[in-house]
C-alpha cells in the first residue's frame, strides 16, 4: 500500500527547516511543544476575529518561534498588508499585549512581508476556501489559484480537495496537478499545507503540495 508522509517532516535536514528553535530538556520538551501550538492559535484566533471586523482572509504563511531563557521571539511571515500591518505598530502592540498575557515570559512579534503571497500554500489553501464558501466551482477555484501561483515562477504545483464537493451526498477527492511534482525527491524543495473549512454540506480538505526549486 501507499506509504504516506507529510513532506515538510521527510524533508528536515536537506531542504527544509524547523519553523520553532530551541533547546529543552527532555522532561521539559512537550511543555514547550505545547507552548508553541499555543502561541500560533493565539495570534490566529486574534487575526480571525479582527479578519470578521474587516473584510478579506488572515494571509499569515507560517510562523518562526525561537526561545530563549528570558525571552521569546516570533517573527510571522505574512502575506497582505492586513490589519497587523496597516502601516503603523499599533496592530503590532496589541496583538503582543493580548499574546502576552497567556505567557510567564517576555514575547517579542515581528512581522515581515512576503514578496510573492501566492506562491504559499498556506495562503493560496484560504484563497481557495474563501471560494469555496462563497460558493464558487471548486474547478473554477481550483484553476485561479493555479493561475495566481503560476505567476510567482513555481515549477509545479497539485491542489487536491476531499469531501462533499458541491454538497453531493457521497464524499469524493478531486485534484488537479501542473507541471511536476517530484514527491520522492529529496533534494526537491516542496512546500506542502493541510487546510480544513467548514462549508454548509460539512468539513471539506484541501491539500496543496508546491515544487519550488531543486538544489
Not at 486574534?46 to 482572509?57: A, E, M, T
Not at 505574512?78 to 496597516?86: A, C, D, K, M, S
Not at 484553476?143 to 510567482?152: D, G, M, S, V
Request: net charge positive; with cysteine; proline share 3%.
Amino acid at each position: 500500500m501507499g506509504q504516506k508522509i507529510n513532506p515538510l517532516g521527510f524533508r528536515l535536514g536537506t531542504t527544509q527547516s524547523h519553523h520553532s528553535f530551541w533547546f529543552a530538556k527532555p522532561k521539559d520538551f512537550s511543555m514547550g511543544l505545547q507552548e508553541d501550538e499555543k502561541i500560533r492559535n493565539c495570534i490566529k484566533n486574534y487575526v480571525q476575529k479582527k479578519k470578521r471586523i474587516s473584510s478579506g482572509f488572515e494571509g499569515i504563511a507560517y510562523m518562526r518561534i525561537q526561545k530563549r531563557i528570558d525571552l521569546i521571539q516570533v517573527i510571522i511571515y505574512i502575506g497582505f498588508p492586513n490589519l497587523l500591518i496597516e502601516g503603523r505598530t499599533r496592530g503590532v502592540e496589541e496583538l503582543q499585549m493580548n499574546v502576552q498575557k497567556e505567557f510567564h515570559r517576555r514575547l517579542n512579534i515581528a512581522i515581515t512581508r512576503i514578496e510573492k503571497p501566492y506562491g504559499q500554500p498556506n495562503i493560496l489553501a484560504e484563497y481557495i476556501a474563501l471560494q469555496l464558501k462563497n460558493r464558487v466551482s471548486f474547478r473554477k477555484a481550483m484553476k485561479k489559484a493555479i493561475e495566481l501561483t503560476e505567476q510567482t515562477g513555481i515549477k509545479g504545483i497539485q491542489v487536491q480537495i476531499a469531501g462533499r464537493i458541491d454538497g453531493k451526498e457521497i464524499a469524493r477527492v478531486e485534484w488537479i496537478r501542473e507541471g511536476r511534482v517530484p514527491l520522492q525527491t529529496i533534494r526537491a524543495k516542496i512546500d506542502h499545507c493541510s487546510h480544513t473549512i467548514r462549508t454548509i454540506y460539512g468539513v471539506l480538505g484541501i491539500k496543496i503540495w508546491i515544487f519550488v526549486n531543486q538544489e
